[in-house]
């Protein structure tokens, strides 16, 4: 299965996210903020099968982390979520590089729905 990172800063929604994308047999890896998520890409010399991001977070959102990630690790397929419907439309520049913005509050069904359409969509690429 996939190596992701999840980067949310709301520990609730990052518990739920991760235990569900667990069920999936994924192997997850977590970060509060962008700029904690920066560290651990980096430590893990971008080794993963997809970031799913916040795009809401302080210190660093996932907007800024995004651009980082994908000028670094270009291969590196991007999900974000938000439950701000402005913040959704601020990632309408990504179009090119996020594969999906998933909207808040969803459901067990539609986070795993979207990370396997995120994983499905670079095997076909």
Known sequence: ???ILVTEDDIAVRSFVSRAL???GHEI???EDGEDALEVLT???GAFDLLLTDVKMPIMDGI?????ASRQWPGMPILMMTGYADQRERAKDLELIVKDVVTKPFSLADIRT???GALEDELVA
């Open 1 to 3: 299965m996939a190596r």
């Open 22 to 24: 667990e069920l999936d």
């Open 29 to 31: 890896m977590t970060a």
């Open 43 to 45: 430590a893990e010399e």
């Open 64 to 68: 800024a982390l995004t651009h980082r």
């Open 114 to 116: 979207a990370v396997e």
